[in-house]
């Protein structure tokens, strides 16, 4: 099973939303994953298959080894599906 990692900067309110909406999606999708969410820092040592959050926080956990999914809108829905179907479809 996939696991996505949500994260935002303080990986509090926003991420919890984006977190929720990840599952709404995938329940849509007839997806399977593991969801969570963090803070940046945090994420920086989770290990997960999908790294999802804004674009402009996101790229600092790109390493080149990591699967990294910024968002230009981290409420946009249909944003958010198109992106998991790209990369779990």
């Given amino acids: 099973m996939k696991k996505i990692l949500v994260v935002c900067g303080n990986g509090l309110g926003s991420s919890f939303i984006v977190e929720m909406n990840v599952k709404t999606v995938l329940g849509q999708l007839g997806i399977e994953a593991e969801v969570s969410h963090t803070d ?11 790294y999802l959050g804004s674009k402009d926080l996101i790229s600092q956990l790109d390493d080149g080894t990591r699967t990294i999914i910024g968002l230009t809108n981290i409420l946009d829905l249909n944003e958010l599906k198109s992106v998991l179907e790209a990369h779990l479809l």
């Fill in 40 to 50: 940046l820092t945090t994420g920086k040592s989770e290990k997960a298959d999908i």
